[in-house]
């Protein structure tokens, strides 16, 4: 496995790699990997010669300084358990300067209001950051395709819309949302939990698949405000939204169609953890 900090030096390597014609993946990570990262990274090593997993915090998609602050940085055991998946893959933590040479700020980008609802609504800016890094480390690895996880399932139609709408030459891969073992969908933020919490965090893999059932015989304004008033009744979550969309087009549902994807999208507090969830509906 190699590592590197600068990307001129990371460049340097991938272009004796591009002469030979040999596919590279780039799995983006923030770090803290946990078993859903690593699921990425295998997908990526079954399809691709070569693998580059890269490790940044980025900062422009924080819109609160303390929980950016609060994002668990662990990069020595994120380089262990990456060692014991593949010795062959390459490894990019750069420091904040070497993706922000000049000023630490995001790109404007506009992605017809995907944007505006759901994370964006809540998250000021929040996918300009996202857009910005993900760009440029595109931009730095070249890659042949890119893997995400559909956990940030909106995340994931913000980046299939940059890649489109900046005509770059990269196949975004998405892979299903790896779970605990009560259902919790598993996520760097979930270390900041407690032990009871994260036991009982899977009151929302329960809720949702509640609310799946559901929506297969009642309206969908029905089972929103089901979903509302259970939590509700259940104190230690804190409900920030609850929508159902058109998860392709990402449109709120009016009136069901037999033709169309719903997907319900689920954002909550446990004390001060701010976590979201996904399921498919149909």
Known sequence: MILFHLKKELQMHLSLL?????????????????????SLV????????????????????FDKEDDLDKYPSTLEKD?????GISENLIVFAPLV??????????KA??????????????RKNHFNGVA???????????????????????QLAIIKSLVKSANLSVEIIGCPIVRETNGLAMSSRNTRLSKEHRDKAGFIY??????????????????IDWVKEVFLKHPLFNLEYFE???????????????????RAFIAFYIQEVRLIDNMALN
């Open 18 to 38: 591009l002469k030979d014609a040999i596919s590279i993946a780039l799995v983006p990570t923030m770090g803290a990997l946990h078993e859903g990262h690593l």
């Open 42 to 61: 295998k997908k990526a090593i079954d399809e691709n010669r070569q693998v580059v997993v890269s490790i940044f915090v980025n900062p422009t998609q």
């Open 79 to 83: 380089l262990i358990l990456l060692s």
């Open 97 to 106: 300067s070497e993706i922000y040479p000049d000023i630490v700020n995001a």
């Open 109 to 122: 980008y506009n992605f017809n209001g995907l944007e505006n609802v759901m994370e964006g609504r809540y």
């Open 132 to 154: 910005t890094v993900v760009q440029e480390l595109f931009n730095i690895v070249m890659p042949n395709k890119a893997y995400f996880g559909e956990k940030d399932f909106q």
């Open 206 to 223: 329960s809720t949702l698949k509640t609310a799946k059932l559901t929506f297969g015989t009642k309206s969908a304004s029905y089972t």
């Open 244 to 262: 159902i969309r058109d998860e392709v087009t990402f449109e709120p549902i009016e009136m069901k169609d037999k033709n169309k994807k719903y």
